[in-house]
């Protein structure tokens, strides 16, 4: 018999409140970058199957390979062969389901962006904690949730925690980004094209032309074009609109100013 250490907290319950959530991540993202993935995914997934036994959740197939193939198939929807934060949220039944209650209420990247651009009121880069809770009640009345105090401390407490990966007690635009569903989360396509600071005030100046500290859609519409053939990224008219319409999002009046878009582009804003 096993000692309690090693037994996976709440694999069992019926429901889960964001809490033990969390505290199933920590256990089984073993290295903390973010993901369950290689033997993390393997014990994962042992274990799952090993508390689903009991509540009659039968797979097709006994073969423990096969399973996980399937399982695979259905949950990572990105196909990159891990599991993250917001995919094992929707195969564990996490109470009122928080993370896609966030979902639903961000359904685009562009009302993600609106939603980011109100609570980064001091323009940093990031949202901290007191601006975060006030993102969540928003959400939380948005999707009819009845929520108290401390339910709403709670889910503070579990995003930061979850998302905050330096410890900080502030989320960056990245950070944040990783509760969008994956397909809709333009940033991750920026990931390998993240540019220094140096590189992004040239950039910027070079489509500024008239010095005036902010860009319009066209200009938007030209440097980023320019940035995916510079790194060689395949980019169709549509995705290419939908970025646009989403980085435009953080604009004020049609016009985007550098350090809106010094946020999206660069690896960490300029402080």
Known sequence: MAGPQQQPPYLHLAELTASQFLEIWKHF??????????KELENFFQELEKARKGSGMMSKSDNLGEKMKEFMQKYDKNSDGKIEMAELAQILPTEENFLLCFRQHVGSSAEFMEAWRKYDTDRSGYIEA??????????????????????????????????DLNGDGKLGLSEMSRLLPVQENFLLKFQGMKLTSEEFNAIFTFYDKDGSGYIDENELDALLKDLYEKNKKEMNIQQLTNYRKSV????????LYRKDLEIVLCSEPLM
């Open 130 to 163: 007191n601006e975060l809770k006030g993102f969540l009640s928003d959400l939380l009345k948005k999707a009819n949730r009845p929520y108290d105090e401390p339910k709403l401390q709670e889910y503070t407490q579990t995003i930061l925690r979850m998302f």
């Open 248 to 255: 435009m999002s953080l604009a004020e009046a049609g016009k």
């Open 29 to 38: 993202d073993a290295d903390g970058n973010g993901y369950i993935e290689g």
